[in-house]
């Protein structure tokens, strides 16, 4: 959370100041120099007026506040006004130092005199949100217990109470100081990490915020920086010109940074983790940050990263993320720490920063239980939202509709992926899919051990000139076996002379640095890095980049502490012309060359791009030519060269109020000779979106696509669902570019833990999609959908596929709605013997309220069937289903808040694995309020597996319920 902190310059007399040269002699590991008696006492005395100030400001933050009552049902819309967010200041005359005008927290309180005014405050800051239900069951069950269970009360059937509960409460600055977040949800099908409770206390001079937090000490030093999710306490004061924040907590993520070759390609690129902390991650491309929205898209839960349409990730590029991941079967850190800081006057800043961090004892392996609705096609994967443990200990169990799963019959895991699985048939949306599983240990760091920084953080202002900023700082840790302890310093100046700025960073990180673990592209280095800026007009401007490191990587899967050092050299230059009207291009070069003790790499690449805006078009247009020479001893000496050519071009015309155009093309030449062998491969990516809408009942959206990364790297024994290819990634005996270095597991960072899944490389895949929206009557709609697409590649299903769905919705009458919907997919494995044909027809109708009667009447019918061939237990599978469904709900309104209902659901399965479910169900409804029922029903499941070797898993049960349902 921000927080606004006023700070002010002294214009007053400066006191005595306590003198910081004995504690930052300690933390840079130097004997303190001796003081005499009298110099003693004064630090003394200044010691003391310092603590009584800070015992002062955390007395008048500290009330005990009573608990207060929420009335149900209240859902209100808040806006808060300005004088409850800024307190009122009076004004100051010249010389006198403006202060914060504090808020008595005891004069809050005594403004709510009455019920009324209480009633008031609430509406104006709490607002309520979700749904929660309440039942209590009387059981009578046969047959098999456990598949009732899992089938029935989302997974909590043949418990007595049960309680079903997605809600978030938030309450925003309560009497002006309290703020709380509250969700929770206990769903099989939830996020685990959705849940979460956070408290938070706001005065003007103290902040305190405990609970599942996002916690920074706000440091400017590098070497101590910290952003982190965690479950703690976070208090921040301030008083005169400085400021103190305290932080104490648990880990509830692991902060991870891993670099990734390019695969000539925009992706898709996996981040080896799934969910990722909404919003934490950052992403580099050869050292420039790209941005989420404009540039890439990712998928938080699966990990998985994609650069946008057209742009074309070459393999001699590298891609650094840096993120946080939410661990589970992990020992989670104590994090504590600290933070000083102070304006000394006239600009210059001190800040002193200790931060720690405990490794704990690490809790018995935990098992999950996660549900899903069936996906449709045995092409679309079922992602786990952990890697699980697939051992004799650990096995993984899987039901459907109460029947366990065979793998390698009806199920596989990708070979890749760890937390991907596939079925073998068809599943339809109406089936319970319920896995069991023990995720697999996160060791949440990869280098482990406990670790402790001390540092300071000093800024000198140069008045208009610019200004100096030193950081120093002291770690402590026990890693790999190994007692470390470094001292690590930073400098950087910035300054302006006129039309130039400059701005140099002097950094020596020794790799015996550890530091606390956080996201961020920090690394262990020792080196120089110097920006220079020149504006030659108002519209153009030219930038030299100077940069020359010595990157320590640190071998996190080592028993001992291990370092090697790799030597890189960066100058990039660039000239941009930006006029308002007219065409806009930017000139780029840069060479790099990075050096280690067995091999050597230097790239050179120059760029050039141009664009240009009209009224109604958007055109860009760019070329970049690249060359790469890497030279490796190892295994009697090799040589990899590269020579890339590449364009792209992007457009968006609209061409008039109906129809609208967007392009992008992407296309590269890439030779590669290494010895011998010469390798020429082309890749490429193009897609073309039409948005048309003829008139206002009329609109059609059309999208083709073509990417193909020019070569895949497969291995022939993964014949289900892989494709041998030709040429291979550069292997890792070739050193990667300066940018790709010291990652993956440094003095800052994780990186991904062993068996987390591979990143990528390879993807070769077209496609098209048609969607039409008909609306010729006001009462009728027409919905048609097509698509065809094949794909090839790692993570693909090497698969060709195409469906069509028509769909139609008609109410000839208010209280008459009618639909129906029709679709069929065909699937054909491309490297693999094996097909699928899937075919679905629903039809639905909605009756009333006509008097006091509402009906609703839907009935499904489906025919799938599903070839497997190669990697499966007893060679070809077939497998053929037909499943038919019907149900029906009547609710017959009794008048004063209350109606009965009754409904019936019948599904018959004939083929593989047959099966018949029967429920009914009858009961009463009585609406106390608008957002409370309670709901009185006996209830009839029958679920017969007609497979004999199933039949066990058969159920019969009579329930009878009282339910209190909210909705708010």
């Known amino acids: 959370m921000r927080h606004r902190v006023a700070t002010h310059e002294s214009h007053q007399t400066q006191q005595p100041m306590c003198d910081g040269i004995p504690a930052v002699a300690r933390i840079l590991g130097q004997q303190p120099k001796r003081f005499p008696a009298s110099r003693i006492k004064a630090l003394q005395r200044c010691f003391l007026a310092t603590t009584l100030l800070s015992l002062c400001a955390w007395a008048n933050a500290q009330v005990t506040l009573p608990p207060m009552p929420t009335p149900a049902g209240v859902v209100p819309q808040i806006t808060i006004p300005n004088e409850a967010l800024t307190p009122k200041t009076t004004p100051s005359s010249p010389r006198e130092r403006p202060r914060t005008e504090k808020r008595n927290t005891l004069d809050a309180l005594k403004a709510l005199r009455d019920w009324e005014s209480l009633q008031q405050e609430v509406q104006r800051t709490v607002t309520i949100s979700g749904r929660k239900s309440v039942g209590f069951h009387l059981h009578q069950v046969e047959g ?384 120089y890095q110097t920006d220079l800026n020149y504006r030659l007009s108002p519209i153009s401007n030219f930038q030299m980049n100077l940069t020359r490191l010595r990157v320590a990587s640190l071998n996190p899967f080592s028993s001992t502490f291990a370092a090697s050092f790799t030597d890189t050299d960066i100058q990039s230059y660039t000239y941009t012309h930006t006029p308002q009207n007219g065409f806009q291009f930017t000139l780029n070069r840069n060479t790099n060359t990075t050096r280690t003790g067995n091999g050597r790499n230097a790239q050179s690449r120059d760029s050039l791009s141009l664009a240009r805006t009209w009224k109604n078009l958007n055109f860009s247009l760019g070329y970049e030519q690249s060359n790469s020479d890497a030279f490796s001893s190892l295994g009697g000496g090799a040589r990899l060269n590269y020579r890339i050519r590449s364009w792209r071009t992007q457009l968006e015309w609209t061409v008039n109020t109906q129809l609208t155009l967007r392009s992008s093309a992407a296309r590269s030449d890439i030779a590669q000779a290494s010895g011998a062998t010469n390798t020429h491969t082309r890749s490429l990516d193009y897609s073309v979106d039409v948005s048309w809408r003829p008139s206002a009942n009329l609109s059609v959206n059309y999208r083709w696509r073509d990417s193909d990364s020019g070569a895949l790297n497969l291995n022939d024994t993964r014949l289900r669902t892989r494709q041998h290819g030709k040429p291979l990634p550069p292997t890792t005996n070739f050193p990667t570019n300066p940018w790709g270095v010291g990652y993956d597991g440094n003095g800052f960072s994780s990186g991904a833990p062993m068996f987390s899944g591979y990143t990528y490389y390879g993807v070769r895949g077209k496609g098209q999609d048609l969607t039409v929206q008909w609306t010729p009557l006001n009462t009728l709609s027409v919905d048609v959908q097509w698509s065809q697409n094949r794909s090839l590649g790692d993570f693909q299903t090497n698969s060709a596929q195409e469906s069509l769905t028509v769909g139609a919705s008609f109410m000839p009458f208010e209280w008459l709605a009618l639909s129906a919907s029709w679709s069929k997919q065909q699937v054909q494995f491309l490297t693999a013997t094996g097909n699928s044909s899937n075919e679905f027809l629903t039809v639905g109708a909605d009756i009333g309220p006509l008097h006091r009667w509402t009906i609703n009447l839907n009935f499904y019918l489906m025919k799938t069937r599903s070839a497997f061939g190669e990697g499966f237990q007893g060679g070809l599978g077939n497998f053929a289903q037909e499943p038919i469904g019907l149900s029906a709900r009547i609710t017959y309104d009794l008048g004063s808040k209350q109606n009965l209902f009754a409904e019936f659901q019948r599904t018959h399965l004939r083929g593989y694995l047959p099966s018949r479910d029967t429920l009914f169900n009858i009961g009463y409804e009585y609406r106390i309020t608008r957002n409370w029922a309670f709901v009185l029903s006996y209830r009839f499941r029958e679920q017969l597996n007609l497979d004999p070797q199933y039949s066990q898993y058969s159920y019969r049960a009579r329930s009878l319920d009282a339910s209190m349902n909210w909705m708010f």
């Open 144 to 527: 098999d217990f456990t598949a009732f269970r899992d089938q029935n009360y989302f997974g909590q059937g043949g418990q007595r109470i049960t309680d079903n509960t997605e809600m978030t409460i938030r309450v925003n600055k309560f009497l002006g100081f309290i703020s709380f977040d509250w969700r929770w949800t206990n769903s099989r099908f939830r996020n685990p990490y959705d849940s979460r409770i956070t408290y938070t206390y706001e005065s003007p001079n103290f902040t305190l915020e405990w609970g599942d937090i996002t916690a920074s000490l706000g440091s400017s030093n590098p070497l101590v920086g910290f952003n982190r999710t965690l479950k703690g306490a976070t208090a921040h004061a301030q008083w005169g010109n400085s400021r103190m924040r305290y932080i104490r907590s648990e880990t509830k993520a692991a902060a991870r940074t891993i670099q990734i070759q390019g695969n000539d390609s925009p992706g898709p690129y996996y981040l080896q983790g799934s969910q990722i902390v909404d919003g934490s991650e950052r992403v580099q491309v050869d050292g420039v940050e790209k941005r989420r929205g404009e540039d890439y898209t990712i998928d938080y839960f699966g990990g998985i990263l994609r650069f946008r349409d057209g742009t074309i990730i070459p393999r001699t590029s590298t891609i650094v993320v840096t993120y946080e991941t939410y661990a589970f079967n992990s020992a989670p850190s104590l994090l504590e720490g600290w933070r000083y800081e102070t304006n000394l006057g006239r600009g210059v800043n001190l800040g002193l920063t200790m931060l720690s961090q405990r490794s704990t004892a690490r809790t018995p392996l935990r098992r999950r239980q996660e549900q899903f609705y069936g996906f449709g096609a045995p092409t679309v994967p079922y992602d786990l939202q952990f890697p699980p443990l697939r051992d004799a200990n650990n096995p993984v169990i899987i039901t459907v509709a109460g029947v366990p799963q065979v793998e390698g019959v009806d199920y596989y895991f990708d070979e890749v992926l760890p937390y991907r699985f596939y079925f073998t048939r068809f599943m339809p949306q109406t089936l319970i899919i319920q896995v069991e599983y023990t995720p697999r240990p996160d060791p949440s760091s990869t280098i482990g051990g406990d670790r402790e920084v001390m540092g300071i953080d000093f800024t000198l202002p140069l008045g208009r000139v610019g200004n100096i900023v030193w950081n120093a700082a002291r770690s402590t840790a026990q890693a790999q076996g190994s007692n470390l302890e470094a001292i690590a310093h930073t400098a950087t100046g910035k300054f302006e002379f006129g039309r130039l700025s400059l701005s140099a960073t002097y950094r020596n990180i020794p790799a015996e640095f550890i530091g606390i673990e956080s996201v961020g592209f920090r690394r262990n280095e020792r080196g």
